[in-house]
């Protein structure tokens, strides 16, 4: 009995325990039940649907580019591709693509491609096969349906300039993200997402951007999309208002046609660059498209440089158009006066060597009036050595030439404006007096860009440091920012010795004699004045000058001299400045003069035409003393 109950007790107690152990893990499973049911459901919840809707960024529109007067220059269109799931293919996506073929062009190694995309995809993602589509593409391709399984036509949006190639290297264009490009925004994963690459669209390109949406979908565990659930639009990209006039733009581009050559059209008053062009060009709209490798090529490969924008990086020696400069610095120093006559009898001795004028006889006795007007080379080498090599380079640096003039565009360049502490310290030579006879007449070390020679001459009219600029405004959806503009500042240089400078520019053009007289401005209203350049790029050798120098048309292309005239107008109320630079053109007063003229005329009678100019009341611009 004692064996008995003892055995009963030790099965209670182990039951005792059994059973607790049982209690006790039961309350923990209870508890951890409700801590994952009650307390932890919301983050649980969560992630389930995390798991169920996926958040897809969508991209916003791109924000218009339209010139002064609103007229559009870079917009969205939409654009029609074609796209192939793989399996709505009936298994056979290479088939597919065998019959798109036969309705669009298709290369080999384009589809080889286009399938190796397929086979990298889920079979339900479609693969884009080709973009930009014309409207008899998609009608043909929708009529043939039926036998392309697994083939859609989708409609996204693309950059599209109207106006073509007018304003190419001002705008710029749009491409595709390249991994070069910096990834802070998540827009740029975007497959298909263009960003600028050069000109205005490279310069605004965040504010033409925008904001992107996100798009909620309903997938499956494989990532199917089921459903559209939320969508919520971004801010679409900032319209910029350029200071350009479309009209005057399209006009120069088609002035300048096939040359080699730039202009610039500036507001002398504002800085407002009114047209910019430079030649040849380029269709933009090839970039967002895709270029093939032989339309590269050819651009790359064309020695007039069509992807150089000419007006801001083109460096030239300015020639002729430079001795407004040299005449400013001689005035300032008080080594000449307007009416003191220098004599030119065709060339200029320094030590043992001959400098040479433009006019084999010599222009004889002129003042700086009349040596404006014929371009006598003698008598600005005279000044040039009595004024000296760093009084000029300081006259040239405030009127922009050899500095950056700060235009909102990318891609300019200083040019070049020498002096003896820049030869020493990039050359290793001291500066050498014939050097300073050379520069007097825009020669040598000299460069310039053509927005440089326009700014150079709206200074001088004007007397102020005016400042080129392209922007106008900036609209976004809930403000207008414009660019702030600060009264420009005096340039420190006597009014009475611009007003020679300027006569001398007047006699250029509109008195007899004048070596651009040909192409004055017949309607006094309109006069214009300006100053022809010619620069040299070889040196003519002493046996050439002693039987004959040959004529640019007598030379290869390559070796004919730059034509170069700036100018402004209405003489008798200044409001624009222009410069014209025709590469290897041969002579400023036949080739660029015209142009210059052309366009001029143009600007003001667009004006006038709305009523914005001030025309000023007929006079016959003022004849040369000697003349009258």
Not at 194 to 220: A, Y
Not at 405 to 434: C, F, H, V, Y
Request: aromatic content about 6%; proline content about 5%.
């Amino acid at each position: 009995m004692h064996r008995s109950s003892d055995r009963s007790k030790l099965f209670s107690r182990r039951a005792a325990v059994l059973g607790g152990g049982k209690l006790v893990l039961m309350s923990a499973l209870v508890g951890r039940m409700y801590y994952l049911q009650v307390v932890e459901a919301p983050r649980f919840k969560t992630m389930a649907e995390e798991n169920r809707i996926s958040i897809r960024l969508l991209p916003p529109p791109r924000g218009n580019i339209v010139d002064r007067f609103g007229e559009e220059l870079a917009v969205n269109e939409q654009n029609y591709r074609v796209i192939i799931t793989a399996e709505d293919t009936n298994g056979n996506p290479k088939g597919t693509l065998d019959t798109l073929g036969q309705i669009i062009e298709i290369g080999e190694k384009e589809k080889n491609k286009i399938l190796k995309e397929i086979k990298r995809k889920r079979s339900f993602v479609p693969v884009t096969v080709r973009e930009n589509l014309t409207w008899e593409e998609v009608a043909q391709i929708e009529v043939n349906t039926p036998d392309l399984p697994g083939s859609e036509i989708d409609v996204g949006q693309t950059r599209h300039y109207p106006k073509g190639n007018y304003s190419a290297h001002v705008l710029g264009y749009v491409a595709s993200v390249t991994e070069r490009d910096a990834k802070d925004d998540p827009l740029l994963e975007l497959p298909g997402f263009r960003i600028g690459k050069s000109g205005i669209e490279k310069l605004h390109d965040l504010k033409l951007r925008g904001t992107g949406g996100t798009s909620q979908v309903e997938v499956n565990a494989l990532g199917r999309v089921i459903q559209e659930v939320q969508r919520q639009d971004g801010e679409p990209g900032a319209e910029i208002t350029l200071t350009l006039d479309a009209g005057l733009q399209e006009m120069v581009a088609e002035r300048l046609g096939e040359e080699a050559a730039a202009a610039v059209v500036l507001d002398i008053h504002t800085g407002e660059v009114l047209s910019m062009a430079s030649s040849p060009t380029y269709d933009p709209n090839a970039f967002n498209r895709g270029l093939s490798h032989k339309e590269w090529q050819n651009l790359i490969t064309n020695p007039r440089g069509p992807l150089t924008n000419k007006a801001i990086a083109g460096q030239y020696a300015p020639g002729s158009t430079f001795k407004m400069v040299v005449a400013l610095a001689a005035l300032e120093k008080g080594v000449i006066t307007p009416s003191q006559e220098i004599y030119c009898p065709g060339h200029m001795e320094l030590g043992n060597a001959r400098f040479h004028c433009w006019k084999r006889g010599g222009h004889g006795h002129v003042n700086m009036e009349e040596a404006h007007m014929h371009s006598c080379d003698v008598y600005f080498y005279e000044i040039a050595k009595r004024t000296g090599i760093n009084r000029i380079h300081d006259m040239a640096r405030r009127l922009g030439i050899g500095e950056l003039n700060g235009i909102d565009l990318p891609g300019e360049r200083t040019g070049l404006m020498p002096s003896r502490d820049w030869k020493l310290a990039t050359i290793g030579a001291p500066w050498q007096g014939g050097e300073t006879l050379i520069t007097g007449i825009g020669q040598g070390y000299v460069l310039a860009t053509p927005l440089q020679l326009a700014v150079m001459t709206a200074r001088i009219v004007s007397g102020t440091k005016i400042i080129p600029h392209l922007t106008r405004k900036i609209t976004t959806s809930d403000a207008v920012e414009v660019p702030v503009r600060t009264t420009f500042e005096p340039l420190g240089i006597s009014q009475a010795h611009l007003k020679i400078v300027q006569r001398g520019m007047n006699a250029v053009t509109n008195i007899p004699g004048g070596t651009a007289f040909r192409s004055r401005i017949k309607e006094a209203e309109f006069a214009m004045a300006g100053k022809t350049g010619t620069a040299q790029v070889r040196r003519i050798s002493k046996s050439e000058r002693d039987t004959r120098v040959l004529k640019n048309d007598e030379l290869p292309w390559e070796l004919r001299d730059h034509a170069l005239f700036v100018a402004f107008a209405p003489y008798n109320n200044p409001r624009y400045a222009v410069s014209v630079v025709v590469e290897h053109g041969g002579s400023g007063s036949k080739t660029a003069a015209p142009i210059a003229r052309d366009i001029l005329l143009e600007a003001q009678r667009r004006e006038s035409a709305r009523g914005e100019l001030l025309v000023p009341t007929k006079t016959t611009p003022k004849k040369n003393e000697k003349e009258a």
